[in-house]
């Protein structure tokens, strides 16, 4: 009978004892289990079969399996550190707190063609869904996402990772920044650490984490893309009419896709330090230019929502324009184009014509880097800015806007009036220097008289009204039936309203 050749299963295993052997001959491993193990071909003989010449009762039992499983483990636990990488670490630390954000819009139906207007009832209405994702930034479920995630919602339903649903309560959305503020009531939730972009380095570890697909998947947890820091203050112009633009934006290279926006951008600590919210694509999907909003901004948009219901930002009393370029295309610097009188920048003693080349530490090449920077302010905050020819940087401090703080008439009970000052004049873009600017006004009363919130109100009849008092004063006038034809500006261009009084 020829020679039985040993498997080369059998020859790894046998392997293996021998290397066990080596390093523990105390375990009772011998030769002769070896040997034992060679002439059957089996795990099974070796690990029941007693050393030869020894009772069994003597001889130790030996669990290769298990010691090998021992050793196994131990790599693997060696395997895991290694690839417990900081991008690994820093997931671990936010995903739990990156939600979906689910949304339900109602919009009415408008037929595009004339067989359409046949068959659609009047005032048709379709639901559509939509999502995106959100960050959770505190115990008390203070969610923050992206105004365009939530913008026409009547219905917003948030989806935590492991499935958990909670309907979601609006607290504030800011277009300007595209930052909306929302929150769910849910025990023990998880809570993302937040950083700051202060001394962000560009070319440090940038993490995306969000929701990309939706309710496409059958799980809810966040998916994990990575990158770098490309690029910090970055100033996006709207591609389209429906976007607007972005100021002092985080750029990376990390994935962000549609469905990512309002998630969190992460850095190496595992930090939150941005909201993502767009991409530039020509094909939709990401091409490695996406952009976050500083969770600083993010954070104080919220923090205005929930002390006073609104955002409070500043005003400093100047507008800006951009300077000729030079013979590169290159500009550096804004101008001055105006200063309100009484206003921080005129007490500063700026003036028209000066060119600015920094406010805080942030270069001025061009008037969306002042947008920026005012983005950013809110009342009390100091200004730091260098001004061309003057050795010191202008400080000067930031003053809530002058239409809140201004004294208001009011009219009908449902009219309130405030005197444009040059201030006013500024804070709202207008062409008129006085006048009476209608501050707020019902629903009800606009329909009937034909005006709007931001009318300015320059005469009526042949009396010219410069304040809001001499609006006041004209109402209280009349008496009888009369006709009443208000000029007003509104949105830059004059007009003309006719009112008709019965006292």
């Not at 030769?31 to 009772?55: I, W, Y």
């Not at 115990?139 to 958990?164: C, E, F, M, Y």
């Not at 200004?383 to 010191?392: F, K, L, M, N, W």
């Not at 006004?441 to 009849?461: K, P, T, Y």
Request: aromatic share 4%.
């Amino acid at each position: 009978m020829p020679p039985v050749r040993p498997s080369e299963r059998s020859r790894r295993l046998a392997a293996t004892i021998a290397t066990l052997a080596a390093l523990a001959p105390a375990s009772g491993c011998t030769p002769e289990t070896a040997d034992a193990l060679n002439a059957s071909g089996t795990a099974e003989a070796a690990v029941s079969m007693p050393a030869r010449g020894r009772e069994a009762s003597s001889a130790p039992y030996v669990d290769l399996f298990g010691a090998a499983t021992q050793a196994g483990a131990a790599r693997v636990q060696d395997l895991d550190a290694s690839r417990a990488t900081a991008i690994v670490r820093a997931t671990a630390r936010v995903a739990p707190a990156v939600v979906s954000v689910n949304v339900i819009r109602t919009q009415q139906v408008r037929p595009r063609t004339m067989w359409e207007s046949l068959y659609l009832p009047p005032g048709a209405t379709q639901r559509s869904a939509g999502f995106g994702s959100g960050v959770i930034v505190s115990k008390d479920g203070i969610v923050i996402t992206n105004d365009h995630v939530i913008s026409g919602a009547t219905q917003i339903q948030v989806t935590l990772p492991g499935g958990r649903d909670a309907n979601a309560e609006l607290i504030g959305t800011d277009p300007v920044a595209d930052i909306a503020v929302l929150r769910i009531d849910v025990a023990d939730l998880p809570v993302a650490p937040v950083g700051t972009v202060e001394g962000l380095m560009i070319g440090e570890w940038a993490i995306a984490i969000g929701n990309p697909l939706g309710n496409y998947v059958g799980d809810s947890e966040p998916t994990v893309t990575a990158g770098v820091v490309s690029a910090v203050n970055r100033n996006i112009s709207p591609s389209s009419e429906d976007e607007g633009f972005y100021f002092g934006m985080i750029q990376t290279d990390a994935a962000i896709n549609p469905g990512n926006s309002g998630g969190a951008l992460v850095n190496a600590e595992g930090e939150v330090i941005g909201i993502n919210a767009s991409i530039i694509s020509r094909s939709g999907g990401s091409e490695g230019l996406g952009f976050a909003i500083p969770i600083d901004r993010a954070l104080r948009i919220a923090d205005d929502f929930l002390r006073y219901g609104e955002v409070r930002r500043a005003f400093v009393g100047l507008e800006v324009e951009p300077v000729e370029a030079d013979a590169w295309g290159r500009r550096r610097g804004v101008r001055i184009s105006r200063v309100a009188a009484g206003s921080p920048a005129d007490e500063a003693a700026l003036r028209p014509g000066d060119m600015l080349l920094e406010a805080n530490g942030r270069p001025l090449t061009g008037p969306l880097d002042w947008e920026g920077v005012l983005l950013d302010l809110r009342a009390e905050d100091e200004v730091a800015i260098s001004v061309q020819g003057q050795p010191r940087r202008v400080a000067l401090r930031a003053i809530a806007f002058p239409s809140v703080t201004a004294s208001r008439v009011t009219l009908f009970r449902d009219i309130q009036l405030i005197t444009v000052t040059s201030q006013i004049q500024l804070e709202r873009g207008l062409v008129s220097s006085d006048g009476a600017l209608v501050d707020d006004i019902s629903d009800e009363l606009a329909r009937q008289l034909g005006l709007r919130r931001g009318d300015v109100i320059l005469q009526m009849n042949r009396v010219r009204i410069r304040t809001a008092d001499d609006a006041a004063r004209f109402f209280g006038s009349l008496s009888g039936e009369g006709r009443i034809v208000l000029y007003l500006e509104r949105g830059g261009s004059y007009g003309t309203r006719t009112l008709y009084w019965r006292g």
